[in-house]
């Protein structure tokens, strides 16, 4: 389990579009993080949120800001 797997993860999911989709198939968070384990991209919840604070704070401007907390709002609808 790492942080650099939950970064790599938001990116990804801001980015790649067929994995956006992929992860909006799942039901519940439990079964998106045993998928991710499956692909060897798993994380803790508290990586995932220490995640979205190092993007967060790495954002240069509004619109890369507002992309990252859609991504942490979809990601906490989840719970």
């Known amino acids: 389990m790492s942080l650099q797997n939950a970064i ?3 990116s990804k999911v801001d980015s790649d579009s067929s994995f956006r989709k992929s992860c909006y198939a799942n039901k519940s968070q439990v079964e998106l993080l045993e998928n991710l384990a499956k692909q ?6 508290d990586e995932i949120a220490d995640a979205f604070n190092v993007l967060e704070l ?3 401007t509004y619109e890369q800001a507002g992309r990252v ?3 942490k709002a979809w990601f906490t609808l989840f719970r």
């Open 58 to 60: 790495k954002c240069q």
């Open 40 to 45: 060897k991209m798993s994380f803790t919840p």
């Open 8 to 10: 790599n993860f938001i």
């Open 69 to 71: 907390k859609e991504v």
